[in-house]
Every structure is written in C-alpha cells, then in structure tokens.
C-alpha cells in the first residue's frame, strides 16, 4: 500500500479582498493627510540605524513597503546598493512576484503579520536571498495599542455579552525568532522598539489606525454591530485611562527581524561544552 502524504495549508484568518480595501483607503489617506506617515518615518529612522552598523556591504536589495520615500533614502544613505521597492501589497497573495535571486537585502515593512502562511513567506524570501544575504523585516508586536484594545473587550464583553473577532493575533518577539530558526534562516535576532503617542481623543486614534490599514481584516471578523451604546462605553473605559495631561496615551511596539541566508563562510555558534573557561569561574572573578 502506498502511503501519500500531503501538507496542508494553514487556515485562512485574513479576507483577502477586505485586507485590499483597507490598504488601498490607507494609502489614500497617507498621500492627503499630513503627519499619517509618523510611524513609517519612524521605521525609516530605525531601518537607517540598523543599517548604519552592519559593516557588510550590500550591492542589490528589495525592499517590501509602502511607498514611501523614506525607506528607500534610508537605504542611499547607508550603501551603494542598487534598489527594487515593490508596494507591500504584493505579499498579500502569498506568492512572491520576484524572479530574481540574487539580493543580498531583503527589507519587509509591516506586512508579515497579514499573511497567513508566514513560514511559507519566510520562505520565499530566504529563497530570494544569496548566500549570507540579510533579511530585515519589521512588524507590528503584540503589545501595540495594548490598553486600547483591552478596553475595547472590556466594554463589548459588558455591552453584548459576547466578543466578537475585531484583532488580529500579533506576534511576540519569542514567536518572531522561532518563526526565523522554522524557516532556515542563520544567526536569527529580534528585538522591540516602541513608539509611544499621545492622542486628543478616541477619533484620533482610529483615523491613525485607518491610516495604517489596522483595521478589521479577520475572515468573518463583523461580529457584533458597533452600536451608539458599546461605542459610548468604550469612550468611557478610555477617558478614564487620560494622563495627567488630559492626553490618552497608545504604544506601537515594532518586533525588528534580522536573519542571514545560510552560508559557509558565516560564523558558526561554539558546541555546547566547548568554552574552555566556565562562566562560574568567571562570575567567581567578579566577586
């Protein structure tokens, strides 16, 4: 008897044609509103400096982002590296419209975490990568707009008795390493950085999420109708959280992911065992 054995895909969580429609409003909003792009400057910034101590020079690299200036001068700045900026909504039908395979910097913006096969992704990218080449990939945490979000539950859970599907699962800078090991990637590093703003009211706060295509994407994520009565109530529950100065503070935690595509001229991790010196004798050392 043959035995065949087929690998599923993950369950889809994202509506694809409402993650589309979201996008296409967030980009109008950003080329009509000023200040919408504070956080895509504040990436650029943070791309820039991560950059700017890498002492490998770079000669090709793809960056997936919005279209937004910044992230490709962060790069002019930082090497001589011939650039192709696709919009990041290409990642959005999980295959990757890109031929080539000889970057050397693959650069991600915020889109990882609307895809439902990340491994999968992870994958392609690392395929379009030559050996040693970087991946550079930053993504939403789970912690962002933490005390937003925890109201809004609360006072739907009060309202309606029940929670609806409104947030998407976000990773945690633990999940994002595994998912960088998962998919072969060397010397695998994440870390968090945190934006924190201070917002007038709550209308401020979701014209910036609008603005940052954060909003409801979840397959059969309508739930429960957002009366006059839970939007009240979830206003309430948030003035009661305004800062000293009348101010309603938010937090957008951004996971940076760096990986390397294998190669034998990297440095490779000493075997477990091998120190010849113990770290007890060296905190013996310290006393």
Not at 25 to 31: F, K, P, T, V
Not at 44 to 57: F, G, M, S
Not at 93 to 112: A, K, M, N, R, T
Not at 150 to 176: M, N
Request: net charge positive.
């Amino acid at each position: 008897m043959n035995l065949i054995v087929t690998q599923q895909s993950p369950p889809s969580i994202i509506e694809k044609h409402r993650l589309k429609l979201v996008c296409r409003r967030a980009r109008a909003r950003l080329d009509t509103i000023a200040g919408a792009d504070f956080l895509l400057t504040q990436i650029a910034e943070d791309l820039e400096q991560r950059l700017a101590v890498i002492k490998k020079p770079f000669h090709k690299a793809l960056i997936l982002a919005p279209r937004f200036s910044g992230f490709v001068n962060a790069l002019g700045r930082s090497m001589q590296a011939a650039t192709v900026q696709l919009d990041e909504r290409v990642l959005h039908d999980e295959h990757l419209p890109v031929d080539d395979f000889d970057f050397d910097l693959i650069v991600s913006i915020g889109q990882l975490h609307l895809i439902n096969d990340v491994p999968g992704m992870l994958s392609q990218l690392k395929q379009r990568l030559r050996p040693d080449g970087l991946l550079l990939a930053c993504v939403p945490g789970a912690n962002t707009i933490a005390n937003i979000r925890e109201c809004w539950i609360s006072a739907e859970a009060e309202i309606t008795g029940g929670l609806s599907s409104r947030f998407l699962p976000l990773f945690d800078v633990r999940t994002a390493g595994s998912l960088l090991q998962r998919t072969g990637y060397s010397l695998p590093v994440t870390d968090i950085d945190e934006v924190s703003v201070s917002y007038r009211d709550t209308r401020q706060i979701f014209a910036d999420l609008r603005s940052m295509a954060a909003t409801n994407v979840l397959v059969g994520g309508q739930g429960h109708a957002v009366t006059r009565k839970l939007w009240e109530k979830f206003n309430q529950k948030l003035t009661a959280r305004r800062d000293s100065h009348g101010k309603l503070p938010a937090s957008y935690e951004l996971i940076w992911m760096s990986g390397w595509a294998p190669s034998p001229t990297q440095q490779k991790p000493l075997k477990p065992g091998s120190a010849e010196i113990s770290l007890a004798d060296v905190l013996k050392g310290l006393e």
